[in-house]
């Protein structure tokens, strides 16, 4: 199975802040990563596919880049409606496999 | 609008069963392959099983393989979970989930 390790746990910023977190494969994923926005007692919500494609309807603060087992997701300008756990999510082989999330705060 | 609207949830005793319903609507439901999903309270997501559009390719996690079945009615739009052998470790916020989009949830609770 694909193990999905993502960095910093917890993440502290201030609005108008860069922020990038981390997510790191186990073995090659080939660009099938995925990263959700779970805000507290809502759904995920989809921002990025397959490494770097924004979701329709997401601001364009989010980008996502990487590729083999390295992936990072960028909030170019922290906004305070960011504030949020962030996970990344592999498809690339089956079993599918979620990161532990990166719950983001506001400094 | 694409909705998915998760039912059947509530508590259930160790080694009961219990079967969710996805009903979808605003897309063609047969050409997507589709996922159950589940968080444990306070926990992070963890992926349970995916079916394919015409239900050809089916797939567990290891921790429900065996006890769960993921089935799809195409033509009432609809997703299944059957759960069998339910533990309290099953207990979680189950979503039906495409890719780009998920339901609110249904909750599962074990316990006796």
């Known amino acids: 199975d694909i193990q999905m390790t993502q960095s910093p746990s917890v993440l502290s910023a201030s609005v108008g802040d860069r922020v990038t977190l981390n997510c790191k494969a186990s073995?090659?994923?080939?660009?099938?990563l995925n990263w959700y926005q779970q805000k507290l007692g809502e759904a995920p919500k989809l921002l990025i596919y397959?490494?770097?494609n924004l979701q329709t309807g997401i601001p364009s603060r989010f980008s996502g880049s990487g590729s083999g087992t390295d992936y990072t997701l960028t909030i170019s300008s922290l906004q305070p409606e960011d504030v949020a756990t962030y996970f990344c999510?592999?498809?690339?082989?089956?079993?599918?496999?979620f990161g532990a999330g990166t719950k983001l705060e506001l400094k | 609008e694409v909705q998915l609207v998760e039912s059947g949830g509530g508590l259930v005793q160790p080694g009961r069963s219990l079967k969710l319903s996805c009903l979808a609507s605003g897309f063609t439901f047969s050409n997507y392959g589709m996922n159950w999903i589940r968080q444990a309270p306070g926990k992070g997501l963890e992926w349970v099983a995916s079916?394919?559009?015409?239900?050809?390719?089916?797939y567990y996690a290891d921790t429900v393989k065996g006890r769960f079945t993921i089935s799809r009615d195409n033509a009432k739009n609809t997703l299944y979970l059957q759960m069998t052998s339910l533990r309290s470790e099953d207990t979680a916020l189950y979503y039906c989930?495409?890719?780009?989009?998920w339901g609110q949830g249904v909750m599962v609770t074990v316990s006796s």
């Open positions: 989930a495409r890719h780009d989009y």
């Open positions: 079916i394919s559009s015409s239900s050809s390719y089916i």
């Open positions: 999510f592999q498809h690339n082989s089956w079993p599918y496999t």
């Open positions: 073995q090659n994923i080939n660009k099938y």
């Open positions: 397959n490494t770097n």
